[in-house]
């Protein structure tokens, strides 16, 4: 006689998806950090030294420099005043708790964070799509080549945090918790204060009370408390604006934009330098078109509440909308696109409902988790990355 088969075990065989990982969340994370570091160990040891080193390597290079010195010292300069004060709090409080240096103590809350994220993502697109899609999306949130700077000393991590935890609680009816992640937000990153806007259409559309209306003040009071700082300390409350020009960033527009930065492309790559200009071109160039793609299957995802919609469009829109100029440091006027949108999280969540072929899947994860792992060992060795 045939055994016969239950629809939970048809369902468990059918599953293409990792056993071994799908009771773990916090596996993948765990792992891609892992990975990280061992890429930046490798490439800080092993590898010949990128022509930037000046600016800092492994963990902490770029932005982290000054995330970590604004921790330490406060804000020394007015060029520094671009880099939001929430991060370096953080930081300086987890040293002053737990002794260790300011880098490790940097390194450690950003892959804290992320790890944290992952949770929260996944348990977020479980409740809104399925398991399956969760999974997926997971697997691309940890591939996306971008998600690099999850992992080392930039705000990223904290910004997709804050985020996840407003919309996670929002629709949890946890008003408070969402409204104390918003002020994390806002105070880590400017666009953060956008919270504002799905804080007041769900708290139009649940009725809510007037006690909630006003507690939606505590988000633009993170950069309302920022901008009276600087305006104490440099004389500006909006110093965090003129510091962009330090890296010439300016307004643009983005389909040219894009344009201009694939026709900078060099069809002839003779060195080192040249290699990395075109794959930060590239990626700076597809990822926001991914983005906007997405964009429009998140606005006909119905699961999503008309507060995420207007976030996610509202950001996306100002962050390709902005741009850093040709500098001896970055060639490309594409630098920085692929690294603001990466926070997007909807973006993720719909790709992988869409992305239903197995092997297609497969393949696009290597070949995005093969970009992330050169971008990584690039960043970390004196490269000027995204």
Known sequence: MKAQVTPREVSLVSNTWPTLIKPYPLMIS???IAITAVIILIS???????????????????DGQHYTEIAKQGY??????????????????????????????????ANAAYAVSTVLFYRLTKEWFSKDVAWRALWLLAVIP???????????????????????????????????????????????????????????????TRKQLLS???????????????????GNPIAFVYAQQAWHRIPLIPVIDLFL??????????????????????????????????????????RFDLGLKAFYTITLLLDISSGTGKTPFSPSILTSFARLVVVLFPAYMVLAAKLKHRRSFVSALIVMFLIKITLTALFSDGFSIL
């Not at 930037?52 to 902490?60: E, I, K, R, W, Y």
């Not at 300086?92 to 103590?105: K, L, N, P």
């Open 146 to 208: 971008a998600g690099l700077f999850f992992n080392v000393d930039y705000t990223e991590s904290i910004t997709l945090l804050s985020l996840l935890s407003f919309f996670y609680f929002l629709q949890k009816d946890k008003w408070y918790i969402a409204m104390i992640s918003g002020f994390v937000a806002a105070g880590t990153h400017d666009l953060g204060v956008l919270l504002t806007i799905p804080a007041l259409i769900h708290w139009r559309v649940t009725s809510g």
């Open 261 to 302: 930065g694939f026709a900078g492309l060099k069809f002839y790559p003779v060195s080192v330098a040249d290699w990395v200009h075109n794959l930060m071109t590239i990626v700076n160039g597809l990822s926001p078109l991914l983005m906007v793609i997405s964009g429009w299957w998140v606005w006909k995802e119905k």
């Open 216 to 234: 939606i003040g505590l988000i633009p009071l993170s950069l309302l408390s920022y901008m009276s700082f600087l305006f104490v300390h440099f």
């Open 44 to 62: 800080t040891h092993l590898l010949p030294k990128g022509p930037l080193t000046q600016f800092g390597v492994g963990f902490s290079a770029w």
């Open 76 to 109: 020394g300069n007015f060029v520094q005043t671009a880099f939001f004060p929430m991060y370096p709090l953080l930081i300086r409080a987890f040293h002053s708790i737990t002794q260790i240096s300011y880098t490790t103590s940097a390194t450690l809350l």
């Open 30 to 32: 765990l792992m891609q």
